[in-house]
């Protein structure tokens, strides 16, 4: 069963293609442990739960370039229409849309003075009372808006009075106490007025899901003014391509002196959010795979040549009595030293790359069931790999031994 | 010779069809992967004016007073400069080659309103943007002075916006809607696509160019609001357009052109005069405050436009590379060494070491060629997907002809080195041992 010191002796005569396999398993071993890493982390990311009904949602730009269209009076009639339209659970104007990549920051304050106050920024979201009926949220703690909370502001300015902030935002400047009946204050010290949090949203992503903001949102009852302003329709899954399709020629019906954007559907904008992410998985998905195919043929190469080099002198040693399962295993044990060299090594590598990787991206260390995980693969595929010629030095016959060549 | 030794290679790759063809799809796949990721890099990389590289600086003031949640402290400036700051700095010095500037849009319809309204980004600047960045005009030119100064209802369209508004031709001196105003054309230029779009890398440095341009004169009379980023960091009410303008919101891109070293002293002194000036106003109140001129390349490099993701993915594929050349030296290593028993007979016939040496070699080159041909092919199959499963990515994810003699050259290149020591090993096995035991 053990015969490593011949083993080892064998090796030691042919160091130049042990120590290429004992290489390539070093380098298989830091580049498969530290991708598996990065692909499985991004894939976290990118499944955490948005709180949104994605697959629900979809949102159409509306650009009014004629001065006498009043956009807000315009935008909450296109709003009323949509929500009659069947198959449409609710619809309004928002300033902003979860996952798409672009919109509202601001910070805000626990106190009225700048000095000393504890800021936290944020998400803004403004719209009228149906903003989160239609982005799917429910009141978790307090109550929604209804329609007298709403302000419409046509080019004057006046705060809210109330808001709701989602549990991550209320966390960040209250921490464990209760937040409804709180202030909240944007704006100078001398202008700030105290806008009290009346609901609690459990959790939903913001914009910029790769910002450690995507957490922490606030809702306004604000419809602002905009010449350019932001339709957003929850609708019944199924109906959702056939109301985007009709969006352009209904709201156009209303309103003809405005442009009408492509309806976006929200999994598209989550799609697009996360696509470096994606490229990345999937450049990496693509290296892991082609990198183990082709270690698996290198060991199996270097095992046939092996097995071939010594044919006379497996031949002598059947002669001599050794049965088909020594060969087998010799050439077993033979493959899982050059594995286990490859892996010590390996492993020194695998951290100098995660070292530098996290120079680049400033993220966490490996973890550690990673490089497990890649070295168990990595014996396995040498075993497997070696086994197939090995299987092959057994039906040598031991009347070699007796020739000459 | 070199063609007898080719041949020769041909005949031994084909006698163990089974070890050639794992090599050359060892080497195509490394190389198809690597150029793959290096394509990507390549054309991020790409800097579209290097030409004029040092003579086109973006300017960026410290305006902020105070870091705000880590934002602009240790001397990190803003990217972008309030509009107080940028129109001042280009009305100081009307002799020079400035261009302030912003991305806005508009709804545009013909003449007699018939056409439907469409909805098209454009960029507010002034006259010397096209001469600052070499933007070729098919009709007209540029507009006036007085326009800079005082604003004027003029624009440059582009050659597809020609087309789609008046179907082609020379249409300069003709009018157009944008929003509710009539404009004058008054150039039309010709198709012009740099990517990255290293003028205004802040709004997403791969998006399309801008195919209207207006004077940037106009943005207080018609108050056009800007599509791009607006990054305030001042506790101040800013209520409207013209709030915005005197704000210290950070909103507009500023290049500057600078034809010598003294031209840009110069400058670099008006600036510091500027800030000082301003200093008494109230304003630029850090100790480090300052202006800061980037040239073009060192803009993209400031604003990181290749990406992390792209240099870690260049840094994997070629370890990935690596990985495959080092199985085929392996491969190679077992298949050269089996024929030595040949080789031995040639020597002993008189073949000298540096003949076999060089014939292994060009064997190995020849497998270095055809693995990066198939490499190539592999590469533009990835580019392929990369192009059809990611949006903008269509002016990123082509081969330059850099690109596309790069790799049969990298992997002949990678190749030939990996095949010395086989070819070594080979080489200096001594003829006697094969033909004793032939």
């Given at each position: ?405 | ?45 790409n800097n579209p004016i290097a030409h004029k590289n040092d003579q086109l600086f973006s300017l960026q ?18 990217y972008?400069l309030?509009?107080?700051?940028a129109?001042?700095i280009v009305?100081?010095n009307?002799?020079m080659t400035l261009a302030a500037m ?21 960029r507010?600047t002034t006259r010397h943007f096209f001469t600052m960045f070499d933007m ?56 012009w696509?740099p990517?990255p779009k290293f003028y205004d890398v802040n709004?997403?440095p791969?998006?399309?160019i ?42 507009l891109q500023f290049w500057a052109q600078l034809d010598s070293t003294?031209e840009k002293?110069a400058f670099e002194?008006?600036l ?19 202006a800061k001129l980037s040239n073009v390349q060192q803009w993209l490099d400031l604003n990181?436009v ?133």
């Amino acid at each position: 069963m053990f015969q490593i010191m011949p083993i080892l002796s064998a090796m030691m005569r042919n160091k130049g293609s042990v120590s290429l396999i004992i290489i390539q398993i070093a380098l298989t071993l830091a580049i498969v442990s530290n991708a598996t890493f990065i692909i499985s982390e991004r894939i976290a990311m990118m499944q955490r739960d948005t709180g949104l009904p994605v697959e629900e949602i979809f949102s159409v730009n509306s650009f009014f370039f004629d001065d006498r269209v009043d956009p807000i009076d315009q935008i909450s009639l296109d709003a009323r229409r949509l929500r009659e339209m069947p198959g449409v659970i609710s619809a309004t104007s928002i300033n902003q849309v979860p996952l798409s990549g672009s919109g509202d920051s601001w910070g805000v304050r626990d106190k009225r003075e700048i000095e000393g106050a504890k800021v936290a920024y944020t998400g803004v979201y403004t719209g009228d009372h149906h903003t989160l009926s239609t982005l799917g949220q429910t009141v978790s703690q307090g109550r929604d808006f209804n329609a007298d909370d709403v302000l419409h502001l046509r080019n004057e300015v006046q705060m809210p009075k109330a808001a709701i902030v989602t549990s991550a935002l209320a966390k960040e400047l209250f921490a464990d106490e209760n937040a409804i009946g709180k202030y909240i204050y944007t704006g100078p010290t001398d202008t700030a007025e105290p806008i009290e949090i009346i609901g609690v949203v459990a959790q939903m992503q913001g914009s910029w899901v790769h910002s450690d903001i995507v957490e922490k949102n606030v809702f306004f009852p604000v419809v602002n003014s905009w010449n350019s302003m932001t339709l957003v329709v929850r609708a019944e899954q199924s109906a959702l391509d056939s109301i985007a399709l009709e969006m352009e020629d209904v709201l156009l019906g209303l309103e003809k002196n405005r442009v009408v954007g492509e309806p976006r559907t929200m999994a598209k904008m989550k799609k697009r959010s996360y696509q470096r992410d994606r490229l990345m998985t999937n450049m990496l998905l693509v290296i892991v795979a082609v990198l183990i195919f082709i270690t698996a043929l290198g060991i199996a190469g270097v095992s046939i040549f092996n097995v071939n080099r010594r044919r006379k002198q497996i031949g002598t040693r059947r002669a001599l009595g050794a049965s088909k399962g020594d060969i087998v295993s010799y050439f077993m044990t033979e493959s899982a030293l050059i594995a286990a060299v490859g892996i010590v090594i390996g492993t020194l590598l695998t951290f100098t790359l995660n070292t530098f990787l996290m120079k680049q991206f400033s993220t966490t260390s490996l973890s550690l069931d990673y490089l497990l995980f890649t070295m168990v693969g990595i014996v396995l595929i040498s075993q497997i790999s070696a086994f197939w010629p090995a299987k092959k030095a057994t039906h040598i016959s031991p009347a070699i031994a007796t020739r000459s060549a | 010779m070199f063609i007898y030794y080719l041949q020769i290679a041909m005949k031994s790759l084909l006698k163990t069809k089974v070890t050639s063809a794992l090599m050359v799809i060892a080497i195509a796949c490394g190389i198809g992967i690597s150029m793959t990721a290096l394509t990507l890099n390549h054309m991020t990389d790409n800097n579209p004016i290097a030409h004029k590289n040092d003579q086109l600086f973006s300017l960026q003031l410290m305006t902020v007073d105070r870091a705000v949640d880590g934002w602009y402290a240790d001397g990190r400036y803003p990217y972008q400069l309030t509009y107080q700051d940028a129109t001042n700095i280009v009305r100081d010095n009307p002799k020079m080659t400035l261009a302030a500037m912003y991305k806005s849009g508009f709804a545009v319809r013909n003449e007699t309103q018939t056409s439907k309204p469409f909805l098209k980004a454009a960029r507010l600047t002034t006259r010397h943007f096209f001469t600052m960045f070499d933007m070729p005009f098919l009709y007209g030119s540029t507009w006036s002075e007085k326009a800079d100064q005082d604003g004027a209802n003029v624009v440059v369209i582009s050659e597809e916006m020609n087309i789609k508004i008046f179907g082609g031709g020379d249409n300069t001196n003709k009018q157009i809607y944008l929003d509710n105003t009539l404009f004058t054309v008054v150039g039309i230029t010709k198709s012009w696509n740099p990517a990255p779009k290293f003028y205004d890398v802040n709004n997403g440095p791969f998006q399309d160019i801008e195919q209207f341009f207006v004077p940037i004169a106009l943005s207080p009379i018609m108050e056009i609001g800007s599509w791009g980023n607006n990054n305030g960091w001042k506790d101040e009410i800013v209520n409207n357009h013209q709030d915005k303008l005197q704000s210290e919101v950070m909103w507009l891109q500023f290049w500057a052109q600078l034809d010598s070293t003294e031209e840009k002293e110069a400058f670099e002194q008006y600036l510091a005069g500027y800030i000082s000036e301003q200093k008494k106003l109230g304003r630029f109140n850090r100790d480090d405050a300052g202006a800061k001129l980037s040239n073009v390349q060192q803009w993209l490099d400031l604003n990181n436009v290749v990406g992390d993701d792209s240099n870690v993915l260049v840094g994997v594929s070629f370890m990935f590379l690596a990985v495959c050349l080092v199985n085929t030296i392996g491969l190679l290593l077992a298949k050269f060494l089996r024929s030595a028993p040949e080789v031995g007979v040639r020597r002993a016939l008189g073949a000298s070491k540096g003949q076999v040496f060089m014939q292994h070699l060009i064997e190995v080159g020849l497998l270095g060629f055809i693995g990066g041909l198939l490499g190539l092919v592999m590469a533009n199959i990835g580019l392929y997907l990369l192009r059809s499963q990611f949006n903008g990515f269509n002016v990123v994810a082509t081969m330059d002809m850099t690109m596309l003699f790069a790799a049969p050259i990298i992997a002949i290149l990678a190749t030939t080195i990996a095949g010395l020591y086989p070819a070594w090993r080979v080489c200096t096995t001594l003829p006697s041992v094969h033909l004793k035991t032939q």
